[in-house]
């Protein structure tokens, strides 16, 4: 059980994202004062920086139906000590949320769950098949208030049914999240179109599957004016297309993965399967362009992608094992080492990356800011708790890219609703 302090508890000495230095009152869930700091609150964050609680827009939970890889509960514990404080769970179940009743269900486990707000995604098409819209106006107006939706994994490939789902989602406020992924581009691809497929005869992943898509949606969203956002972008002319887009004033935002920031497809040069992921890992080139927009605002959140997967799917040969790996639990180290380690950015637009864009896009108003009145939903780390990743701590399924990787910073704490969901490095349950 997690223990309640009170009404009242104070977490003093914090410094926040601007570099000031707080004693941080939280009563009944919410922030009600922000003071200049003392000594002996009821727990003393001297040398940690308190940030919004992360939001990731990108997960998947794998409940219903694939419980062996993840569940609703293991996915929140391991987003908690990775500081997020909310999920969006995609639609890729069995049976897929595709109708309100399954979006109800999986919200209502990560209620029982307790440790991050769940939402689900719901996908664009019945059963994820490309053919048919799914019942989106009644996934929007369940309790679990749908406001994204994709069908991840497979792409949206049919453009006119695309058209449709943006102009139905338009006047609802609704978001297509993409998958952007031309699917006769990549049958049976594996790696990408480069140094990799050659060193390895894969097939190949050309990047043109996605940058057709990409720029095919831009067009649809202004066209119909719905929000597109733009999962896991991966190439460098992903990235332009997307700048562009956005200077034309188009309804766009974006999304990089921490892995994909980080490795390039040499990776997946050694046949370890944790490396093999869709999209692929590409070029240094491409990885470089994926920083500078995720720099200059053209990408505008990290999403983790987070993809658990039992380990009889991935200790496969390489063409047969599933695609994905994990990031939940190291997302914010891959942020801090990109934008904090590197020297290139700042506090401030760490917490606009892994928090309060996300939540603007998603709707979440009581997530992605730390002020007084606001949902206490805080991510506390500590800049200088160095370690080295050995397998994830939570999540069910071990399919973990960093291990072996030294990261330089760590999450603390997490507080979800005004408790600590993680403490001390410890998940609270
Ligand atoms: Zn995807
Ligand atoms: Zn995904």
């Not at 939001?55 to 509960?73: A, I, K, M, W």
């Amino acid at each position: 059980m997690r223990i309640s302090l009170g009404v009242t508890m104070r977490l003093s000495n914090a410094t926040l994202s601007d570099g000031s230095k707080v004693d941080l009152v939280i009563k009944n869930s919410k922030i009600e004062s922000i003071e200049k700091p003392t000594q002996g609150g009821d727990f003393d964050m001297e040398g940690l920086i308190a940030l919004p609680g992360f939001v990731d827009l990108h997960t998947h939970l794998r409940e219903p139906g694939f419980e062996s890889s993840e569940t609703v509960l293991s996915g929140s514990m391991a987003a908690a000590s990775g500081g997020y404080t909310a999920v969006f769970a995609m639609a890729n179940t069995q049976p897929v949320t595709d109708n309100a009743g399954t979006a109800t269900q999986v919200f209502e486990l990560g209620q029982q769950a307790g440790l991050v707000e769940v939402r689900p995604i719901g996908s664009v098409t019945k059963n994820l098949e490309g053919k048919e819209l799914s019942a989106m106006g009644s996934m929007i107006n369940s309790k679990a208030g749908v406001k994204i939706f994709s069908d991840d994994g497979h792409c949206v490939s049919d453009a006119s049914l695309m058209k449709t789902a943006m102009e139905y989602l338009k006047p609802l406020g609704g978001v297509v999240a993409q998958h952007a992924q031309e699917p006769t581009l990549t049958i049976g691809s594996q790696v990408n179109d480069g140094e990799v497929a050659k060193i390895t005869g894969l097939k190949g992943w050309p990047a043109s599957a996605e940058e057709s898509i990409i720029l095919r949606d831009a067009l649809l969203s202004e066209q119909t004016g719905c929000q597109l956002h733009v999962c896991h972008v991966t190439t460098k002319l992903g990235v332009e297309l997307i700048r562009w887009a956005k200077q034309r004033g188009f309804p766009i935002s974006a999304e990089v993965t921490p892995h994909h920031l980080m490795f390039t497809e040499l990776m997946a040069s050694h046949y370890n399967t944790s490396y093999k992921v869709n999209p692929p890992l590409r070029t240094q080139a491409d990885t470089e362009a994926l920083v500078e927009g995720l720099l200059d605002g053209t990408i505008d959140v990290i999403g983790t992608d987070h993809a658990p997967h039992a380990a009889d799917l991935k200790d496969q040969d390489w063409t047969q094992a599933a695609f994905g790996m994990t990031g939940l639990e190291q997302g914010y180290q891959v942020a801090h080492k990109v934008l904090i380690k590197s020297g290139l950015s700042d506090w401030k637009r760490l917490v606009e990356v892994m928090s309060s864009k996300a939540a603007t896009i998603a709707g979440l108003g009581n997530h992605g800011n730390l002020e007084v009145g606001s949902e206490a939903n805080i991510a506390i780390v500590d800049p200088n708790q160095k370690s080295v990743v050995k397998h994830n701590r939570y999540s069910k399924s071990n399919n973990n890219p960093y291990i072996g990787q030294e990261f330089d910073s760590a999450v603390a704490h997490t507080l979800f609703r005004g408790k600590f969901s993680y403490q001390d490095s410890e998940v609270v349950v």
